[in-house]
């Protein structure tokens, strides 16, 4: 069975910090492109990074230079660094898992940014 976790999320004051991780297990982990999504209320759910089974990464141009992901195939983890959060982070951030035909979701962790 596969499950994919995240924690991490909670409420942040605007410029504030948070990192979100997600835990995999069911999987071979390291053969996952793995990523982070978000989707805020009344919205679409949007693509925030990517991390690639060879360690490259892609962002949104909405988080470059703010958000870093990273994977730590030993503990089957991928991470999230968010820093200088804004009020338009605000949203439930998915973490994702991908190979060719098979794509997992996590259940979302809430990242409230507000003063």
């Known amino acids: 069975q596969v499950q994919l976790v995240e924690s991490g999320g909670g409420l942040v004051q605007p410029g504030g910090s948070l990192r979100l991780s997600c835990a995999a297990s069911?999987?071979?982990?390291?053969?996952?492109?793995m990523g982070w999504y978000r989707q805020a209320p009344g919205k679409q759910r949007e693509l925030v990074a990517t991390?690639?089974?060879?360690?490259?990464?892609s962002y949104a141009d909405s988080v470059k230079g703010r958000f870093t992901i990273s994977r730590d195939n030993a503990k089957n983890t991928v991470y999230l660094q968010m820093n200088n959060l804004k009020p338009e982070d605000t949203a439930v951030y998915y973490c994702?898992?991908?190979?060719?035909?098979?794509?997992?979701w996590g259940q979302g962790t809430q990242v409230t940014v507000s003063s």
């Open positions: 991390i690639y089974t060879g360690g490259s990464t």
């Open positions: 994702k898992a991908d190979r060719g035909s098979w794509a997992y």
């Open positions: 069911g999987i071979i982990f390291r053969l996952f492109t």
